[in-house]
């Protein structure tokens, strides 16, 4: 390992913020390979089109 | 991902206090390849990853600490509590791991699923409307007996073996059909529930016809999700979505938009408008309008897609917008309709990972024609012979010409090497559109995913605009 990869950082004497934007979705890998629980959703053309075509 | 670094989460309120013991390894650990991040003129740091779809927003002084774990040449030594929240965030991998590999793997198992069935149904193929942008043909009425027959069958014999089963409402304008509607919709959520299989159907209507008495019934047989298109107050909506004998549609559409709103059942309703330069300057008065009629009823939420040059008559005359004005113009329309209180459809659904595929790039995906044909898209149609891909016999069979189907469920990213190395292949994986692959061989880019930073900065406008985002504080405890 480089020592630039050796970066530890001193945030011991802060508390530090972060402001989570999703709600997490569970994306773990189905050992069955059974998929995805959520639905694809792209939205279907209405007399036009979403696409790039 | 595998990774127990000791966090301990209480929830109080909208903030979470992590208490997080740092892990006592040397594990040397890397920037996810699937990140990305942008900094806005306040100096939030927003970053997101496109494998797991997370998405965080770092203040300042926050952001002074996790810059330098976001350095290519990674980050080693006593782990710190900042470093451990990237790591199981997914931002951070450990540097042996193989990421491609990771998303291969993910790739095959949303691909290649056996226990979804998604239909759309061509209930009718001809139209009320004749609205000026269509490229639709409208050659056929009601969908066959014979055909109805067919997917009857064809649910029975798959339905054993399913998860999940979707029936999407299409047209021309699906409503002239109510009777097929009628015969399949309630067979189809009866079967479903019949065999534990969760149920979703949608309907894309002009609303037109959406007469409350039909509404209320579509939504008890499961029918709860609906675009339906407005293009503007009555003026230039009647102008570029007139009935097919010429006349207005405009109020008729409020009118029973505003009846579904007096249901307390759940559902939900995108309210298109699909914009050129003939309207899009004019669209306020329809934001005030939706507004009063439809309050703060979370139900409702405005999606602005750009008129298209799409092969229909009146092509020559059209007024569209270029692409990159087009994306500038639904971010300003976005912001302008949700600064008078509507809800609209925010930057977070084009980088969610399951929301950027075309439906017609999955192998469990089929249109099925009024007439019986399987195709792949619902713009093409049976305009493109490419986009017919076999038939439905009425003992429920799918005769498939599997080389023509291959070609749109094929994955173009494996032999794409600017995709195979994007940072955003696990969202679009390449086939937000499979079209321009088909007929020009050409890679269909995500706009958003070009201007991937000023997407990142609209997601933090609408997050902050509506309050929403949950703070992590962590703790030095």
């Given amino acids: 390992m480089s020592d630039e990869t050796k970066r530890p950082l001193d945030d011991s004497s802060d508390e530090l913020d972060i402001i989570e934007l999703d709600e997490r979705l569970d994306m773990s890998i189905d050992p069955l390979l059974i998929g995805l629980s959520v639905p694809n959703d792209h939205n279907k053309s209405c007399c036009n089109s979403p696409c790039l075509i | ?13 909208a903030t979470t206090l992590l208490q997080v013991r740092p892990a006592a390894t040397m594990m040397a650990y890397k920037p996810s390849r699937f990140n990305a991040h942008t900094t806005t003129e306040h100096g939030v740091l927003i970053l997101y990853n496109s494998y797991t779809g997370h998405t965080c927003a770092f203040p300042p002084r926050t952001a002074q600490r996790v810059r330098p774990l976001l350095s290519r040449s990674g980050v080693g030594g006593p782990i710190t509590r900042i470093a451990t929240y990237m790591i199981d965030n997914g931002f951070l991998v450990p540097k042996t791991v193989d990421e491609d590999a990771r998303w291969d793997v993910r790739y095959g198992q949303q691909q290649y699923r056996t226990d979804v069935l998604q239909l759309i149904l061509l209930a009718s193929e001809d139209c009320n409307f004749r609205c000026v942008y269509c490229s639709q043909e409208f050659k056929r009425g009601s969908m066959l007996p014979e055909v109805r027959t067919g997917i009857r069958n064809l649910i029975m014999s798959r339905i054993a073996k399913l998860r ?15 009777d097929v509607i009628e015969e399949l919709a309630p067979f189809a959520q009866h079967v479903a529930k019949d ?3 969760v149920f979703t159907s949608d309907i894309t209507t002009n609303g037109y016809l959406l007469t409350p008495e039909r509404s209320r019934k579509m939504v008890e047989w499961g029918i709860t999700a609906y675009q339906i298109t407005i293009d503007g107050t009555a003026l230039d909506h009647d102008a570029h979505r007139p009935l097919k004998e010429g006349g207005p549609t405009f109020q008729q559409i409020v009118d029973n938009i505003v009846a579904m709103r007096r249901y307390s059942a759940s559902f939900s309703v995108h309210l298109r ?38 092969g229909g008559p009146n092509d020559d005359q059209l007024s569209v917008c270029g692409l990159v004005e087009a994306n500038r113009l639904i971010t300003q329309l976005s912001d302008q309709a949700a600064s008078i209180g509507l809800r609209t459809e925010g930057a977070a659904d084009s980088v969610s990972p399951v929301e950027s595929v075309c439906y017609a790039a999955r192998p469990y995906n089929f249109v099925i024609g009024s007439d019986g044909k399987l195709m792949k898209c619902t713009v093409l149609l049976d305009t493109e012979p490419a986009n017919v891909v076999g038939s439905i016999s009425s003992d429920g069979k799918l005769n498939l010409d599997e080389d023509a189907f291959a070609q749109w469920v094929k994955p173009y990213y494996h032999t794409d090497t600017m995709c195979r190395k994007c940072f955003f292949v696990p969202v679009c994986q390449g086939m937000l559109c499979p079209v321009p692959r088909l007929l020009k061989g050409e890679r269909p880019c ?22 929403e985002g949950k703070l992590v504080r962590i703790s030095a405890g």
Avoid: Y
């Fill in chain 2, 1 to 13: 991902m595998e990774v127990n670094c000791g966090v301990k989460a209480t929830q109080t309120d």
């Fill in chain 2, 164 to 178: 999940g089963l979707q029936i999407g409402w299409f047209g021309g304008e699906p409503l002239l059909a109510f």
């Fill in chain 2, 195 to 197: 065999h534990g299989v």
């Fill in chain 2, 273 to 310: 408008v699909n914009f050129d330069r003939t309207n899009v300057n004019n669209l306020l008065p329809l934001f005030e309008v939706l507004k009063e009629q439809l309050g703060d009823d979370p139900r409702f939420q405005m999606r602005f897609r750009p008129v298209g040059k799409w």
């Fill in chain 2, 446 to 467: 995500p706009p958003h995913k070009l201007a991937i930073k000023d997407t990142l900065s609209t997601l933090w406008k609408d997050k902050e605009r509506a309050h």
